[in-house]
């Protein structure tokens, strides 16, 4: 299976009382199987961060099952203890046999570029499994040099991709000078830079709106390929574009978690320390929803 085109960062739905909503998950991951290309669970989008490891199998236990193979499945495993994240890949790798991980850098500690790479190193030499990197600096506190990036995947064979939350169209450039787009797969990580980075020579998007937009993210994806969106689909992709901002404004993933509960998917809830979006944001998301025509 291929990893290209509209993937999706998975929201991980919860009950009121903070439990995971396994119905809601359900329900999530059919709606995203007919509407996407690929899935990503267990990414910050899902909330990773708060879910123990029972958890995490549990999610991945409804994903696998409703997906039941139509899709490809990239699962996030990502962490700043090397070699927890190397037993938990190990494990994952075993129990699911996912097409690929995405696996984001060592956050918290700071680790300089050396430690980045003996840190991916030391997990691409434990399994077979393909591995996406992942570049956040946002959320990481370390950007992943694009010299780093190509150095792995000259490398290791299974270091096959990155996904690239950089928020820099000139690293972006980099990259694409450094690494060759035919076999390294770049995604892009960010909603609004995703049909710039596919002129760049992307080849993929994991996409946060996608969660409830799936199937105008691909339209969009598809027609960026042979025109220019804003001149050509001027008010879709300004739809478009506004809905991302929106999303995003109080914090993710509370905004798409609205936007899934106006369109009767699942719950808002949020698991602490995020919280809810305000009322007035709500009203936003909601008008937002009803302008994407294309």
């Known amino acids: 299976m291929k990893i290209e085109g509209v993937g999706v960062a998975m929201a991980t ?10 119905s809601g998950l359900r329900k999530l991951t059919e709606k995203l199987c007919n509407e996407t290309d690929f899935l990503v669970p267990l990414g910050t989008t899902g909330e990773t961060p708060t879910l123990g490891a029972d958890e995490c199998d549990k999610v991945l236990d409804v994903v696998f099952d409703v997906n039941s193979g139509k899709l490809p499945v990239v699962v996030g495993c990502g962490g700043n203890n090397t070699a927890v994240v190397a037993q938990r890949m190990v494990y994952l790798e075993k ?19 050396s430690g980045i790479e003996l840190h991916y190193r030391t997990l691409a030499l434990q399994v077979q499994t393909p591995i996406l990197l992942y ?6 506190g370390r950007g ?3 010299k780093t990036v190509a150095q792995l995947a000259e490398s290791l064979p299974n270091i096959v991709g990155l996904k690239d939350a950089s928020g820099s169209l000139e690293q972006a450039n980099e990259l694409c000078l450094l690494t060759d787009t035919s076999k390294f797969l770049l995604v892009s990580g960010d909603d609004k830079f995703a049909f ?16 409830v937009v799936g199937r105008y993210m691909k339209k969009l994806w598809n027609l960026s390929k042979s025109s220019n969106l804003f001149q050509d689909q001027q008010h879709g992709y300004r739809a478009f574009v506004e809905f991302c901002d929106l999303i995003f404004e109080q914090g993710s993933p509370a905004g798409i978690k609205y936007a899934l509960k106006t369109t009767g998917v699942c719950e808002p809830f949020v698991r602490p320390p995020l919280t809810q979006i305000s009322d007035d ?4 998301i909601e008008a937002s929803l009803k302008k994407m025509v294309i």
């Open 95 to 113: 129990k699911y046999r996912p097409q690929a991980f995405l696996s984001v850098s060592p956050y918290y500690n700071k680790p300089n570029q």
């Open 281 to 284: 944001l709500g009203r936003k």
């Open 196 to 211: 710039a980075h596919q002129k760049l020579g992307y080849r993929a998007v994991i996409s946060v709106a996608a969660n």
């Open 135 to 140: 570049d956040v600096p946002g959320r990481t």
């Open 144 to 146: 992943l040099a694009p």
């Open 13 to 22: 739905p919860f009950t009121r009382s903070g439990e995971l909503d396994i």
